[in-house]
């Protein structure tokens, strides 16, 4: 029972880092840009956050300034245009597959020349064939001459070397989640919106109620924070390796909710490559692997008594 409660909140936070690759790439081909989506993200989240920065402080007594540019710089404002403005010339499949999938791949590039951790063969097999997945997607796409796909796929692996360097920061500065968010949300709020409003003025009162509505709720607060605290709940209830797992699922469950909501069907290669990726974040993320049952061994001893 614990299991499946666990389970069922790890399942409801990649549910909603699956659907923000579907639900932005709707944004940014009608009424909205990356611009805006970044603004409305951080904005409110921004807002809703603050109070942890107030009672928790900017930890620069562990991140150093250079630290906390880089925490807000890596899943900020940055971050979003680059992901957001991304999903506006490649489709969402394409996202989830190169961005959150291939994040792992990054982070352990970094750690591995920067911070010499060694990895385990299991993780090996992971990043390459989170490395196969990309050439498959990226390299197909790019011998097809589709210039303005393959300038997402650069806009996509971008946002995920941003969100790896953001990675290894927080882990190097032993950071929780909702503190780190909170710095980078609260950051973005006061660097990222004053250059938002001046160069785009209100920009957004132009976009229809409707459409601002849904989007700030999803950005600001379902995205940035309420998967946050859903996925925080998995890890506590499954363990690092078994929450860290459902990780893996993001690639397959963002081509599944662009189905209907866009009609972005994906081509057998790139069904090919979003396997091949969601394979290798599972092992690169520690999912569990099943154990060969051991068998008993007797001595000769045992059974001579029994």
């Given amino acids: 029972m614990q299991y499946l409660k666990g389970a069922g909140f790890g399942l409801a936070a990649v549910s909603i880092w699956a659907s923000w690759s579907a639900v932005t790439r709707l944004a ?7 611009w805006d989506i970044a603004a409305l993200r951080y904005g409110v989240a921004g807002l809703l956050l603050c109070p942890v920065v107030v009672r928790r402080g900017l930890a620069l007594d562990r991140l150093g300034w250079h630290g906390l540019a ?5 899943l900020g ?6 992901a957001a403005g991304g999903l506006r010339f490649a489709p969402a499949h394409d996202q989830g597959a190169l961005n ?4 792992p791949l ?5 750690a591995a020349s920067v911070l010499r951790e060694t990895l385990s063969a299991v993780r090996q097999l992971g990043l390459a064939l989170i490395l196969a997945g990309v050439l498959v997607i990226v390299g197909w796409h790019a011998a097809g001459w589709t210039s303005s796909r393959t300038f997402g796929h650069a ?3 971008s946002a995920a070397f941003l969100s790896a360097c953001f990675t290894v920061v927080m882990r190097q500065a032993k950071l929780d989640p909702l ?4 710095l980078v949300s609260t950051g973005s709020l006061v660097i990222y919106l004053p250059i938002y409003l001046a160069l785009r003025g209100p920009g957004l009162a132009q976009a229809p109620p409707a459409d601002l509505t849904v989007q700030a709720i999803f950005q600001g607060v379902l995205v940035t924070i309420v998967s946050l605290v859903l996925y925080g709940r998995a890890i506590t209830i499954l363990g690092a390796s078994g929450g860290a797992a459902f990780g893996a699922l993001v690639p397959a469950l963002t081509a599944l909710i662009a189905l209907p909501l866009l009609g972005e069907w994906p081509s057998n290669t790139d069904w090919f490559g979003i396997i091949l990726i969601s ?3 599972y092992l690169a993320r520690g999912g569990p692997l099943p154990r060969r049952p051991q068998r008993k061994r007797r001595s000769l001893r045992d059974g001579l008594m029994n």
């Fill in 77 to 82: 404002a940055p971050y979003a245009l680059l």
């Fill in 28 to 34: 940014v081909t009608t009424s909205l840009d990356a």
């Fill in 279 to 281: 394979a290798g974040v």
């Fill in 100 to 103: 959150p999938g291939v994040m």
């Fill in 70 to 74: 880089v925490l807000i710089a890596g």
């Fill in 155 to 157: 806009l996509f692996l």
């Fill in 106 to 110: 990054f982070v352990a590039l970094i």
């Fill in 179 to 182: 503190h780190a968010t909170a």
